[in-house]
């Protein structure tokens, strides 16, 4: 019956885009999904692309199945614009993905960075998250507000201590980010920007931060959120076996290219 379901959802996509899944793999995902995983969450695991998780369950749900329930957000229209273009506002010396190292997309190295910010229920204060690419390591810390200038300042203490494994930083475009060349300043590191509206472009972030909100939900005022209970969030979370590392740690990963460093010095 599940090869027949997947045969069916694979159909109703149409043969050119019909992804053919492993009926095992699309099993774990369903179970993922019952969860309330994200789909990006469950192509870290299972190694199905967030996008072809997402085309399957609509398929399913055209169908008359139900597995878009088990979303924990639907996917939102994108807002247009009268210009088509984002108007947040434009980042003074913006390096876009674009110029990006492609190899830097296999994620082969560890090194490379992406940063995020996480709103609390008040939309005042922020949890910024670091999460390095190869490893899934992350580091998280709290400031009182979005300023450019406490951001940058935050990150910059956060990732001082492992310079030697900061080569690059993929950000959203968001103005917290303004000050990324004191960043890279201070850091030695080159940083870039996503597309607007291209989550996916920071999946490590994307991911991290759905795992993130199973210990602080975004109704939680981060008032309430302790120092303390972040550092043992963050060591829960890098502590936490990953599939795509032949289920080492986060922290087991980072701490090898760390340790490796530090002996070449």
């Not at 599940?2 to 694979?10: F, G, R, S, V, Y």
């Not at 981060?222 to 986060?250: C, D, H, Y």
Request: charged share 25%.
């Amino acid at each position: 019956p599940k090869q027949a379901c997947l045969l069916a959802e694979e159909r109703s996509l149409g043969s050119r885009n019909a992804v053919h899944i492993n009926p095992k793999d699309w099993d774990m995902a369903v179970t993922c999904l019952h969860k309330k995983w994200s789909p990006e969450q469950i192509a870290d695991q299972v190694g199905i692309s967030h996008e072809t998780i997402y085309r399957h369950v609509y398929a399913d749900k055209a169908a008359g199945g139900s597995l878009w329930e088990q979303l924990r957000c639907q996917k939102k229209r994108k807002k247009r614009y009268a210009s088509g273009r984002d108007r947040r506002g434009q980042i003074v010396g913006r390096r876009p993905i674009s110029e990006r190292p492609v190899h830097i997309e296999t994620r082969a190295q560890v090194g490379h960075w992406e940063g995020d910010t996480v709103i609390g229920a008040a939309h005042k204060q922020a949890i910024i998250t670091l999460v390095e690419r190869k490893s899934g390591y992350a580091l998280i810390t709290k400031v009182s507000n979005k300023t450019s200038d406490l951001v940058s300042q935050a990150i910059i203490t956060k990732l001082n201590p492992v310079t030697s494994l900061v080569k690059t930083l993929t950000f959203d475009n968001g103005k917290e980010f303004a000050e990324h060349r004191r960043i890279d300043t201070a850091l030695q590191s080159t940083t870039y920007f996503a597309d607007p509206f291209a989550s996916w472009q920071r999946g490590s972030n994307e991911n991290f931060n759905g795992l993130l909100r199973q210990y602080i939900p975004k109704k939680r005022p981060l008032s309430t959120v302790t120092n303390q209970e972040l550092r043992m969030i963050q060591q829960e979370l890098n502590s936490r076996p990953r599939k795509r590392l032949g289920f080492k740690t986060p922290n087991e990963v980072f701490m090898q290219s760390l340790n490796r460093v530090a002996l070449r010095v």
